[in-house]
Each structure stands twice: as C-alpha cells, then as structure tokens.
C-alpha cells in the first residue's frame, strides 16, 4: 500500500464533498438539524397536560384539591366545566386529555368520614400520555390523602398506629431529575453518526459511476485497498467534528451530563464510525445510483437506529423475538455505551460487552469493505 496514493484519493475525495452541495449539507447542516429537532422534539417528559375540572361543588376544599393537580406543573387547567354535558364534548374535542368531576358533597363526605371520592377521566388515545398522566394524578392523591388523614385522625383524636407501616426512601442514581433529555441526547448523537456517515460514504463510489470517471480510476495503479482508506478518511474526519459538535452540544446546550472521559468516547466512536462508514461504502460500490444508494442507505441506518437500538423504545420492554434481532443491530451497543459514558461515567472495561458487540461487527464490515470494490468495469 502507497500510502501518498492514499492521501491523493483522500485529498480528491475531498474535493468532490466540497464541490457538492448536497454532501456539504449533509456534513454540515444535517447535524445541526437533527440535534436541534431530535433534541426539542423527542421528549418521555409530560408536563401541561390539558385538564378538564368539572367542580360541582365549587368550596374550598374542592378548590384546593384541583390545586393539588396544577401546583408541580403536570396539568394545566384548560376548562372549568359546568355540566356533564360540556364535558362529554370537552372530550369528544380533544380539549383535555384528562378530567377531573368533584361531587357535589365532596367537603361534607371529607369532613365526616375522612376520605371522599373524586372521579378522574382520560383520554387514552394517546396511551402513552394517559399511562404518564395516570400515574402522575395518583400520585398527586396519594399526597392529598397522606395529609388529609393525618389532619382529620388529629382532629378526631385517632393516633396512627406505630407498627406496621412501611416507608419508601426513593434515591436516584446516574439521572437524579429523572429528566428524560439525558437519556435521549445520547442517543441523538448515534442517530446523527450514523445517518450522516453512512448517507455521505454511500455516494463515494456511485458519484464516479454517474459522472464517468469510473474508467479513469481504474487505469490509475491506484489498489482496491487504497481507494478505500482514500475514499473513507476524509468522511471519518467528518464523522469526528459532527461528534465533536454533538458532545459540545449535549453538554453546553442542552445541559446533559457527561461523566466519564473523552478518551474512552474517543475509541468507541472510532469503532461506531468504522462501523458506519463501512456499511455506506459497501452500499455504494453495490448500487451504482446516487439516489438509490443514499435511500438504501437512509433504510439500514435511520430504520435500526430510531426503532431496535433502544433510543426511543426500551429492548427490554420488547418481545423475545425482537430482544433476539437486536442483537444484530449495530447502533444498539453504541447506543448504551453513550449513555454508561454520558450518565454513569463508565470506563472501558465497565462496557467490555457492548464493546466487544461493536468491536465484532467494526470487524466484519472492514472483510467485507476490502472484499467489496474491484477494478473492473463489469
């Protein structure tokens, strides 16, 4: 291998990114669009969820339970209802996700017996949302019984008992706000390496295909090997800046955490890219077409990434036939070790498994990368 030969390829396919818009777009703004959408738009937090308050009573005890609900944020008030009627069409509209209907005895009931009902209504089209806001309202009664209770044993002179009462001390590790937006930055930036490597390698070969030049490479002495790593290095050093850019980004922009070091980062997103690179180069020496190939290669990434990885649908959560495929999804592993490195500060043997996964497939994709161009024009 000649390596000025390489840096020759190298420097020429430099060029051709420069010279393209659609590869300068891809390199450069797609990154930015993608970290501002997928890091705005993708979020498991609920927080204002319309709510409907159908107060048939209207004291203050009705008044301060409804408070309950607004105080942290959760819910916000959409309506006050005056009549089942509105409701059902609150409803039917989709003006609240969520309503709540207060008797019209509710502070008598309370006073008397210490506990009184309430009904709460939700909109479960969206189920994730109802779950979400489900547990947030009761967890917004269990408070509200906690402490009416208490004030009415203390008012009728009843004292709890002393045994037999169990107390949770919930400690949070790794993501103490429970803020989804750490767990999902880390992997925006497997979403961004991955489409953005794979989209600009996939033209690499196809472009001299369409623009004729196919003839003139191959009567060159340049080898099979060094087309490759000529083609390849100047979209890894792409690939390096957009990661740059995407920790920079998730750190100082974003405010999510980052607790482990840049060398461990460093050496797996060299693997991810290796990874990725390679598949968009196979893409392109298969598919002559520059429209095909960036489609085939939008397919095997964006595909994988979003859905099997585990960055927006939990693996453990799914069936044992897919838990089985994801094993062969490559940016699943990269996927966690962003997350162990971004949260847990992990180290590199903390994340040997997930290494060795990404380390097997960087392997298999160099054999066939090496194996896949040969100069000919058949």
Not at 132 to 141: D, F, R, S
Not at 219 to 230: D, H, I
Request: with cysteine; hydrophobic share 50%; charged share 15%.
């Amino acid at each position: 291998m000649n390596i000025r030969r390489v840096f020759a390829m190298a420097f020429k396919e430099t060029l051709q990114v420069w010279r393209d818009p659609r590869s300068l777009a891809i390199a450069l703004l797609m990154p930015v669009m993608q970290m501002v959408m997928l890091g705005y738009g993708v979020s498991l937090d609920i927080k204002h969820v319309p709510l409907c308050v159908y107060d048939q009573e209207n004291s203050q005890e009705s008044r301060a339970i409804v408070e309950r609900f607004t105080a942290p944020g959760w819910f916000s008030i959409s309506q006050t209802l005056v009549s089942e009627a509105d409701l059902r069409n609150a409803m039917d509209r989709g003006e609240c996700s969520m309503a709540i209907v207060i008797p019209v005895d509710f502070s008598r009931t309370l006073a008397t017996t210490g506990s009184a009902p309430i009904q709460a209504i939700f909109d479960a089209t969206d189920v994730n949302t109802t779950n979400i806001a489900l547990g947030y309202a009761q967890g917004t009664v269990a408070q509200a019984n906690a402490q009416t209770s208490a004030q009415w044993k203390a008012a009728h002179g009843v004292h709890p008992s002393p045994v037999g009462q169990v107390d949770v001390e919930p400690s949070t590790w790794f993501n103490e706000t429970l803020d989804s937006r750490n767990f999902i930055i880390p992997g925006v930036v497997a979403v961004i390496l991955a489409l953005v490597g794979a989209q600009l390698t996939s033209l690499t070969i196809s472009r001299e295909w369409e623009r004729g030049t196919m003839e003139q490479l191959i009567s060159t002495p340049v080898t099979a090997l060094e087309v490759m790593l000529g083609k390849l290095m100047p979209y890894f050093l792409i690939g390096l800046l957009d990661a740059a850019f995407c920790l920079v980004s998730a750190v100082y922009w974003f405010d999510v955490p980052f607790r482990g070091s840049l060398g461990t980062l460093f050496v797996t997103t060299v693997l991810f890219l290796i990874v990725v690179l390679g598949i968009g180069y196979l893409i392109s020496v298969r598919i002559r077409s520059q429209l095909g190939a960036s489609q085939i290669a939008l397919l095997v990434t964006m595909l994988p990434t979003t859905l099997l990885s585990g960055y927006t649908f939990p693996i453990e959560q799914m069936p044992a036939p897919i838990q089985a495929i994801t094993l062969i999804v490559y940016p699943r592993y990269y996927v966690t070790i962003l997350r162990a490195i971004f949260l847990k500060g992990s180290s590199l043997p903390d994340l040997w498994a997930p290494l060795l996964g990404l380390f097997i497939f960087a392997l298999i994709i160099i054999w066939l990368a090496t194996r896949a161009f040969h100069k000919r024009l058949d």
